[in-house]
C-alpha cells in the first residue's frame, strides 16, 4: 500500500518522480543544426574535378556533435569532431591527422557559411594561422576551402578549395 500512496501523493501534488521524468531535448536549436548541411557520404573533388578523396560525415551523441572522417587519395587520412555550445554561441572542431597535424578550431555560421579558425595547432607558428569555411552551394555540394594568413590575419590566402558531392 505505501508504495501506491508515495507516487500518488506525488502525483497531486504536481512532482513526478525524477525516473519517469523525459529527458530534455539536448542539441535541438537551429545553431545546433547549422552545419547540419555537411553531413552526409561525400566524394570530394579539387576546383579541376579530379576526385581528391572521400569523406564521412555522420550526426552522433544524440545530434549533438558531427564527426569526420576525411580519406584523401595518397596521404594520411583524418577524422574531426564538431559541436555548438551554448555558452559562447559558438561552433568548435577537435582534428587529428594522420600527417600529424592536430589542430582546434573555433567559429560560427553567418551568412550562409560557416567559418571556424584555427586556435591551437601542432605546425610551427611560422606556419601561420588557418581558417576554414563551408557553405551550401545550389546543386546541393558543399564547397570548402582552407586559407591562410601570415600576417597577422591582414591578408589570407587560399590553400585549398574541394567541392563536396554527395555520394549516398
Not at 121 to 127: E, H, I, M, N, R
Request: glycine share 12%.
Amino acid at each position: 500500500m505505501r508504495r501506491l500512496v508515495v507516487p500518488m501523493m506525488l502525483s497531486l501534488l504536481g512532482i513526478t518522480p525524477v525516473a519517469a521524468q523525459k529527458p530534455a531535448a539536448a542539441c535541438t536549436s537551429p545553431a545546433h543544426h547549422a552545419f547540419d548541411f555537411w553531413v552526409g557520404q561525400w566524394e570530394v573533388t579539387d576546383t579541376g574535378g579530379h576526385v581528391v578523396g572521400k569523406s564521412t560525415i555522420e550526426r552522433i551523441a544524440a545530434g549533438c556533435v558531427i564527426t569526420e572522417h576525411w580519406q584523401p587519395f595518397g596521404s594520411p587520412d583524418g577524422a574531426s569532431i564538431n559541436w555548438y555550445t551554448v555558452d559562447d554561441s559558438t561552433w568548435h572542431q577537435q582534428w587529428v591527422g594522420g600527417g600529424g597535424w592536430i589542430a582546434r578550431w573555433s567559429g560560427s555560421f553567418r551568412g550562409g557559411v560557416m567559418t571556424m579558425t584555427e586556435t591551437e595547432s601542432s605546425l610551427p607558428a611560422a606556419a601561420g594561422r588557418n581558417r576554414m569555411n563551408w557553405t551550401l552551394l545550389p546543386d546541393g555540394r558543399v564547397k570548402q576551402w582552407q586559407e591562410n594568413s601570415k600576417d597577422g590575419e591582414r591578408t589570407w590566402i587560399t590553400q585549398f578549395v574541394g567541392y563536396y558531392r554527395k555520394t549516398g
